[in-house]
């Protein structure tokens, strides 16, 4: 399978999953055909199957979000929290201004423009229960602002992320929701299962962007309505929806640092901007005092608020709300997890908990906060009740009306319409790339037009839905969708959780290992390999003339007992000799010796890249590496005898340790 997604991206072919690209892509045109062939028939289908979830299985969503949250805090803060999302010694491909940059433009960034004014001032006039309009209600407004908007949403992510991640960047599956269930049924994340997992990822996925994208270009239209009076209407949002899907377009042949890493930089450093603009001229002392009470109330409520379904006084606000936010971060979290996950790499698991969950937690709070108070503020004793009703009527010109109490009111608008555009562009785009990848066993080099496909596919249910029955029918499917993807991800977790605590036990015995075959080498030979700070070609004849060597007498060995085994020449191509041991379902062997630079320690501290370095100025080790990555050692100098003692001690306790925990 891998030989041969392998060979398909090296052509740059179209390469898919055929099972799960024409299964999704046949339930996604149904969809499309019903909402606009008989859109008064879908908008009564889709608020009644609303009104059914929310009355019969809200609990559920509840229960689910909480194992989340539950489970990515156990992960992230117990000892798994060291575990690579890559090989032992991986690094991280972006820098953390830009991994943050790409995770809030795809996660949060257009939700946080449409609802930072709005949802802070419906719950403040309109709450669940009590009066509104008070300053008890502004209290318990944040409270509930926060509770949507912090550590559940974020969690919800990261687990798709972190499970994603460990499978495709350690274990070497593809980069799909079916890896997350290796754990449990091996190779048979192949069959109809793993088939059956992707499409409901991909049905999931599309149902949450379209979501999403929704109320990005329900915003864009009212925003052009208030500056320059162009009519509200959905004829004037399918308009939108080309154009800016056309963008997307452009960002998705771009790639994905060309464009999205770009556009997600620009936008993030506009929304700081914009922050720091409202919270200087702004009541800025009641928003830093209100930010610090809200945060406390915040964590003395995050329990009961999780387990809080009003059974004893039950409300029509908690399906609006709370239950549509559970659905809405489900279904989009294949799309943000997998993006996430595949720009991951090389972070541990408690750093990756930290900055993807902790970080963009915080920073979704503190918006809600500056724009929620200041807003909050001007209706509470700034007299501006008619700001507060014109958002009670509709929230997609609440962050507009808002600006009018600022200086220089329609640069701001305008800026905020060109910041929900790029918000639109880069979830559309980034979208586009998952949904592609889920459609093709995680294979993300893949032609243009097979990743065009799918902005296309994402504008279709868009306009679809918002033709039959409008944002209604875009909450109701988004909630909808979440449900049967729920299913696959409470046993992604249970296999995921199995599988880190295989990882850990494994990492603890390798700590905890001597490695005997160079003891009985005499302590002087020990100590000139030790100040030696061989060339590249001494390290490569090294491997030619020792390693391989050792490495085929093993095979042989193997073989010999029935074991297939196989040994990889490639230090010429990739300075690397590798011994892989095959055991059929158990999981496989590897030991590789690879020749690594590292710069000399005279010249350390001068800061250049590896790759601007001298030749004399860096020196190479002969590192030995497993499955799980580099093993922080050298055997350059030992003798045949000493590798293949060396070889010999980690494939015994390779057979011990899954032996023991079979």
Known sequence: MNQEISENQSKNAFYVNRPVFFTATGLLLALVAFAALAPDSSQAFFAGMLGGIIEYASWYYVLVVAIILVSVMLFGFTRVGDIKLGPDHSEPEYSFVSWFAMMFAAGMGIGLMFYGVAEPVMHFLSPPHGEGGTPAAANEAFSLTFFHWGVHAWSIYAIVALILAYFAHRQGLPLTLRSALYPLIGERIYGPIGTAVDVFAILSTTLGVGTSLGLGVVQINTGLNYLLGIPIGVGVQLVLIVATMGLATISVVMGLDAGIKRLSEINIALAVILLVGVLITGPTVLILQGFMQNIGTYLGEVIPKTFNLYAYNPTDWLGGWTIFYWGWWLSWSPFVGLFIARISRGRTIREFVLGAMLVPCLFNLFWMSVFGNAAIEMILHGGATEFGAAVQENQAVALFRFFEFWPMAEVLSTVSIFMVVVFFVTSADSGAMVLNMLSSDGCDNTPALQRVYWTVAIALITMALLVGGGLASLQAAAIAGALPFSFALMWAI?????????????????????????????????????????????????????????????????????????????????????????????????????????????????????????????????????????????????????????????????????????
Request: a negative charge; hydrophobic letters at 35%; proline letters at 3%.
């Open 494 to 662: 249970w296999g995921f959780s199995k599988a880190l605590r295989l990882d850990a036990n494994k990492r603890q015995l390798l700590a905890t290992t001597q490695h005997t075959s160079q003891l009985d080498t005499d302590w002087k030979q020990r100590l000139h390999r030790l100040l030696e700070y061989p060339a590249r070609r001494k390290v490569l004849k090294y491997q030619k003339e020792v390693v391989l060597p050792a490495m085929r007498k093993f095979a042989e060995e193997l073989r010999g007992h029935d074991v297939d085994a196989k040994v990889n020449d490639e230090v010429d191509s990739s300075d690397s000799a590798r011994l892989e041991v095959f055991h059929g379902g158990e999981r496989d062997f590897l030991y590789e010796v690879i020749c690594r630079p590292h710069v000399h320690p005279q010249i350390e501290g001068t800061g250049k890249p590896m790759e601007q370095l001298e030749a004399d100025e860096k020196y190479y080790r002969a590192e030995v590496h497993l499955s799980e990555g580099g093993q922080d050692y050298c055997v350059m100098g030992w003798s045949e005898e000493h590798i293949l003692a060396d070889i010999m001690a980690q494939y015994s306790q390779h057979l011990q340790f899954y032996t023991s925990f079979r």
